[in-house]
DNA sequence: AAGGAGTTTGCACGCGAGTGCAAATTATTC
DNA sequence: GAATAATTTGCACTCGCGTGCAAACTCCTT
């Protein structure tokens, strides 16, 4: 291996490449870029060149002079629910293979928001992907940084902001699944455990629970909200609502708005009040995370669509795709019901 | 709200906000750098002009004008490891703060080293992290990106590697504390479960453990390998090795290399072998992780100290820093054990 | 009030590549 | 083989801002 260009003035540039193929700069370019008129043995030839001399395009100086960076921003406050990590996954993994960068970007609270954004805007995003929860979706379009992004989405929820487009999972649909199977399995009083009912982009899944419930039994269901998407606070959320009541009083199901607080509520019906899932109380999640499958709880939960929510992004940063996408996800019955 | 300049020609760039502030684009360029030559008075009108029309820098143009960029690549290879979330949202929020841009690199699998450090030298970073557990770390250097990346970081692992700095948790201190406290404990026959035993850097907790063991029993405990850094694959690879075991043989702790492999064993341990945790075998992790402090684990485990490690990452990333970091962390005693 | 030190401001040039159009080359037709 | 169409190539200009240096200005001293 010749190791002398390691220390070379490193930075090959378009020139170089047209310099040692006996082309123009701008051939240079073409040859790198898909669907350039071409031909293919010039191709080859500058290719080759770029190959010998180490050639990669500079995506920046690229951004510069075109309007596009192939970037996206990835904004997200959230990072204590395992599902995140799912979705960062698959949406990197998606938009790479796609040829976008994705910029990580921590939105610290609701009041960041538009600092956030307009961090993002700086690097010339081509669109800002919001994956939150506690960020005002109100507020957003008035963000500085909102009207700098060209492409606005939020991902994984709901939002009414008009200057937006929405990928997400079917809630409705969804909840229809869970509740179509509770009452097959005989449950008759479920209790919907929330998350915290915050100004953010929302979810549809507690009120598509409780609407269709109603709608099959004739009665609404009672719900409660919890302070965070986190397990802990699952638990010390859900625990003042069941102590103390009566035996006929309590539900014999927790419909949880997430597996995070899913999770919580078994280890608290558990650990805590020493009840039985699924004999004394049944309970279901959303997202079907990984320690969704294993055996400590074997949650009964819905699966959202992520790759098929990251294609749907792909598309609308391709400008093939104009509207909102609510994708439909799957169910997925396990022994917590 | 005025929201006419919603639809304007967005982009206002310094030439603007001079002439907006009479001042030279230079001058404007100098209100918005830290330290700039510039009076008091000058500056307060240039960022009043900036606000009135705004204006934010284009960090884009910048980093092509200069020859750094405020951006920091994170490459990463797996992402089923909840911990991976606590990294990223530290370093997300730590870089943000000190003004360091931060972008996500999926690095699909061992041959995808080379390709993903490429993408994000196309991006110009001024370093790129890498987190990962199944790269080659000897190949890394021989890697078309590697090259052209100006400082290569790993991070919570410790490379061989002469061109990558690390920046890490000190394995062995931690091993010893752990070591420390299951012999206070009684504990005797521990068997060690370590990840996958790759070429990627490697970490130091194994060679950590059984050399301290040793040094302080006399005896070097077994060790096993599991497939992948995943609870269901530690299920799997743990089950085998104790399934048959008469009682005397069996260990009466499992040193776990990380949470996630410990959760896997407990679960494993508890749902199929119906074992008692910790009565009948102990069981220790690593890193810490929200599910480790839940009731159902209660998992005794050595945090990693991300803040501080983060922060040695800012000090390299300003120069301040040239060598590696290893750092302690914290032991974290809770009822596993 | 002149001289000098220290501070503040302006400017030419360059970073690396995309765009749209014109020139040059090649392929096709009769 | 000439004329035409289709393809391929080259180029001026631009994107928004940083660097290093020189000019201009302020303030203080004597």
Redesign the interface.
Known sequence: ?DDS??FES?TVTADDVAAEAGVSRWTVARAFKKDASISKKTRQKVLAAAERL?Y??????A??ASDR?N?VA?VTDD??N?H???M??RL??IL?REGW??????M?GDADASSAL??A????VDAAVVIGTRFDDRALH?A?GA??VKKLIIFARLSQNPNTLNIACDDQAAMRAIADHLLARGRRRPLFVAGPDTQSAKLDRKPGFLAYWRERTGTTPPAIHVSQY???CA?DGILPALEGRAPAEMPDVLVCENDIIA??A???L???LGLRVPEDIAVTGFDDI??A????YGLTTYRQPITNMAEALVEILEGKRSGDAILPGLFVARSST
Do not use: Y
């Open positions: 291996m260009r390691f490193d180490g990669a395009p500079d995506l920046l100086a951004s510069l960076s970037l990835i990072f204590s395992p995140k990590l799912v960062l996954e990197t993994r790479r960068g994705t910029l990580l970007v921590n610290t307009l961090a805007s700086q690097r010339r008035t500085l009207r700098r986190d397990f802990l638990i999770i919580g078994m280890d608290g558990r650990h805590r990984p320690l499958a294993s055996p400590a």
